[in-house]
């Protein structure tokens, strides 16, 4: 593999930033300028990293084990994620149905179900790649780069896939998944920037999947693959709309560094945004009362400082060590 890689010392930016400053820029300011966050996570997010780990194990042992094994091993790597986070796996029923659907004992019944419902694919398939990072040059923009990484490379029935596991509890009585929970991968910038950075790594990508799984406290086997493959003139729009909010981020960036301090109009407050559908920004108090995070003494109670490294975080270091074979 002969591919440009970032320096150490370049700008990168994923989607989780970008998505972030375009819902507030203030939000962006306090965690990735700052770095700061809140002590606390929530289970929605600790959850589905824990069922990403698992589904790194499925794959990869997949044709070495039982079906049965398989399950457990992928519990193994779940319930070490979601101790790591500091979360308990053994739970009393109270704890239990304060955190339902989101519970250990929910993840290893999907994860038995996943195991048979993929079972033949899971044969069939080859993997190519497992959590494999990428990173895309910014047209005209030195040293800036968009990063990612793929949850799976595949191939199977002569296409090289892209398949990303994603949790959900947005439950329909008819079909499982809400219409518009799988409508909106079709508008997602994150699929986008995997197809076009998946598309860099391996040509002739056929599209990327997301592989949905429902988090429910009745219902363990609904899963559903989201095809999706962007044509050319959207992937070169979503790459220009990218660039234009990378620029934009990176300009603010640049003259916080330059003012140390904010200045009127810089990384603004977006109100509309404290209330959302994952419910109040964590950084709200701190905005209700502070007018410049920045020049609070130390980082406020309830919140950690925690730099946001890319080379560690994403795997970076090892997209580097590959450009060199």
Known sequence: MSM?????????YDNTRVSGYKVCPR????????????????????????WHDGQDAVWKFAKELTQSQLTEIAFEAFKQTW???????????????????????TAHEMFDQYTQARWRMLQE???????????????????????????KTVDYNTQRLILEHKTTTAYATIGNFRSD??????????????????????????GVWVD?????????????????????VLLEEWIGGTKG??????????????????????????EESCFGKYGQCPFLDICRTVADPGK???????????????????????????SKI
């Open 83 to 105: 101790q790591a986070w500091g979360l308990e796996v053994d739970m009393d029923l109270d704890r239990q149905a304060y955190m339902a659907p989101r519970t250990p004992g």
């Open 4 to 12: 440009p890689v970032p320096a150490v010392s370049s700008r990168c």
């Open 27 to 50: 939000s962006y300011f306090i965690r990735h300028v700052l770095g700061w966050r809140s002590e606390g996570t929530g289970a929605a997010l600790v959850f589905g990293l824990s």
């Open 181 to 206: 929970y799988v409508d909106s991968w079709y508008a997602s910038a994150q699929v986008k920037g995997y197809q076009f950075g998946g598309g860099l790594y391996y040509p002739g990508l056929a």
């Open 125 to 151: 398939c080859e993997v190519v790649a497992i959590e494999q990072p990428f990173a895309v040059p910014l047209p005209d923009m030195e040293n800036h780069w968009y990063i990612g990484r793929l949850d």
């Open 296 to 322: 609070l003494p130390e980082v406020p109670g309830g919140f950690v400082h925690e730099v946001w490294e890319p080379f560690s975080i994403l795997g970076l270091d090892k997209l580097v060590q590959e």
């Open 212 to 232: 949905a799984a429902l988090v429910h406290k009745k219902i363990h086997d609904a899963f559903k693959f989201i095809p999706i493959s962007h044509n050319f």
């Open 245 to 270: 909010w990378v620029a934009q981020i990176s300009a603010e960036e640049d003259a916080y560094k330059a003012a140390g301090e904010l200045t009127p109009g810089m990384f603004k407050k977006n």
